[in-house]
């Protein structure tokens, strides 16, 4: 599938990864939604790719509330008039250990923390996958859906949440290739390793540091390094079910 003019949702849309994936797609000629919850940055980002001379357009949605999902869906292709793809992005952490205990004193992972990530990592991913692939039926698009794994869905010291819905997204991954091949839609994922987003390059210079040294490559990945895979994901027609490892080597 060629991305020029064709219609891709991405949801996290305004910044990191997103928005890296929204301007390559952008210069390819693809049509964009863009969704997440920050007004202000998604006009941004939206403005950013109509630099390219493509339509773009902002939607504010929970990826985790079923009914703004079913609403975001809905006007997309009202406003669109067709969906032919989706990358699953958005994302939050809300990391900790399952347990522990220091100075003689015990915490542990709220289940707040565990739910937030779920609701919004794993069901958020189910909500758009299902609504977006019932509208391209309905609409009789064919095209392919991305969803945003994670390295740590091998799991990850204190990501039990995290390492959790990466997994059910690589796992429902397959599923969804199995069943929506039918109807002429693929679906894949990326498993990012540690990539130079806000949130990485925040942190300190020797957690940098000794974070990269474990990398073959000896450095993290870049957001258009994801942007590029994601693009030959859609690109590449006989590419579906798999999830596409991007860690440098990390994991081997």
């Known amino acids: 599938m060629q991305l020029t003019d064709k219609v891709i949702i991405i949801t996290g849309g305004c910044q990191g990864l997103g928005r890296s994936m929204a301007e390559y797609f952008a210069a390819r000629g693809a049509r964009l939604a863009l969704v997440d919850l920050n007004q202000e940055k998604l006009d941004q980002a939206v403005a950013a790719c109509k630099t390219h001379g493509v339509e773009a ?3 504010l949605c929970s990826v985790a509330d ?4 079913n609403h975001m869906v809905a006007q997309v292709a009202e406003d ?3 969906i032919h793809g989706l990358i699953n992005n958005a994302g939050i952490l809300r990391d900790g250990l399952l347990v522990k205990v220091k100075d003689g004193q015990m915490t542990k992972m709220s289940l707040a923390q565990w739910q937030a990530v779920i609701d919004v990592n794993l069901t958020g991913v189910f909500l758009c996958t299902r609504e977006v692939a019932a509208k391209m039926i309905e609409l009789g698009n ?4 991305i969803n945003i794994s994670s390295i740590s869905r091998a799991g990850n010291i204190g990501q039990t949440n995290y390492s959790a819905a990466k997994a059910g997204v690589a796992a429902a991954t397959v599923t969804w290739a199995k069943e929506l091949a039918r109807y002429g839609i693929r ?9 130079e987003t806000e949130m990485t390059l925040g942190m ?3 957690a940098l540091e000794k974070m990269t040294a ?3 490559l000896k450095r993290m990945g870049k957001p258009e390094e994801i942007a590029h895979s994601a693009a030959y994901i859609f ?3 006989y590419y579906t079910g798999r999830i596409l490892e991007m860690d440098g080597g990390l994991r081997v």
């Open 142 to 145: 064919n095209g392919a859906i």
């Open 204 to 206: 300190k210079p020797e």
């Open 187 to 195: 679906v894949a994922g990326i498993a990012p390793g540690f990539i």
């Open 235 to 237: 690109e590449n027609d």
């Open 80 to 82: 669109f008039g067709a």
């Open 214 to 216: 474990g990398i073959p």
């Open 66 to 69: 079923e009914e703004q999902v």
């Open 57 to 59: 357009r902002a939607y």
